[in-house]
């Protein structure tokens, strides 16, 4: 069995304002998988990772982090299993690489205690892991978006959490910064990482997920293996585009090609 960390939500709600935006999600994300989730705008994809990083209130139901409400961790107890990278992360203005990437290591530090050799090799692997150990000394603004993404997936990684919760992480990336994006998470995936990724690439979700989550309006619609789950007639339910399925040449998992208007019927 596992010793990684397991992370799962039943019955979960949450609300903005008066508006229920989670209607009741039961999700279980197994120890060493790699989970995306999908679904259309609005229907909830970043409240449900927010609320199961608790950087959104729940209004009812669970999350429980090592079959333990998550709720019941302190929270440096909690970073140091569940790492999170929410959308439009924000950094101090003029801050290097370093120095960012150090943060990750604060669950693992009190108050007045000095820096060791320990969070330096932490810190030195988790640069190493995103490849980003070049840009050190560089400042975070100076960085294209695709450097500054490896960047904050290192800080999450010198926290040494075995999970990672990442939101939209390819958003505003060209294709090749997307790629690298996608193969890092893969590569951290490999080497046991447990990783829960908002895309809206169905066919890099296709191509990446050991797991999709498909929500729809605040509910989870289904959750499966990508080649079960993206059938033309599913895809067209849930995103009202009629495409064809194809086994991707060099994968064989499921490539969507929308089809043209004029070959919608
Ligand atoms: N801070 C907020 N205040 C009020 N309503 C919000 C807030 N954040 C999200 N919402 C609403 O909650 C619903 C779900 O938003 P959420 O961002 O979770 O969806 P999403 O599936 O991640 O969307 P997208 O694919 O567009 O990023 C939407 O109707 C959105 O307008």
């Not at 909830?44 to 709720?71: E, F, M, N």
């Not at 990442?166 to 080497?191: G, K, R, W, Y």
């Not at 690439?201 to 050991?210: E, P, V």
């Amino acid at each position: 069995m596992s010793t990684k960390s397991r992370l799962e939500a039943q019955a979960l709600r949450a609300h903005h304002g008066p508006h229920e935006v989670l209607k009741g999600i039961d999700i279980a994300l197994p120890a060493g998988s790699f989970t995306v989730i999908v679904g259309p705008n609005a229907c909830g994809k970043s409240t449900l990772l927010r609320s199961l990083a608790q950087l959104h209130p729940s209004s009812g139901g669970s999350v429980l982090l090592d079959g333990h409400p998550i709720a019941h961790y302190r929270p440096r107890d909690r970073a140091r299993l569940l790492a999170v990278l929410p959308q439009g992360a924000e950094a101090p203005e003029g801050i290097i690489v370093a120095n960012l990437v150090a943060r990750g290591r604060h669950p693992h530090r009190s108050l007045f205690q000095p820096w060791t050799a320990a969070d330096q090799s932490a810190m030195e692997a988790a640069m190493e892991a995103a490849g980003v150990s070049q840009l050190a000394e560089r400042t975070l603004e100076s960085l294209s978006g695709g450097q500054r993404q490896k960047v904050w997936i290192a800080m999450a990684l010198a926290q040494g959490a075995d999970i990672l919760l990442l939101d939209e992480p390819t958003t505003f990336l060209d294709l090749s910064h997307q790629i690298d994006v996608l193969e890092l998470c893969s590569a951290l995936n490999c080497a046991g990482k447990t990783i829960v990724a908002v895309l809206h690439d169905l066919n890099q979700a296709a191509r990446y997920a050991s797991r999709l989550v498909v929500m729809r309006a605040g509910e989870i619609l289904a959750q499966g293996l990508p080649e079960d789950l993206l059938t033309p007639g599913f895809i067209d339910e849930v995103f009202h585009v009629p495409c064809i399925v194809i086994a991707d040449p060099l994968t064989g998992k499921p490539l969507i090609v929308p089809k043209r208007a004029a070959l919608a019927n």
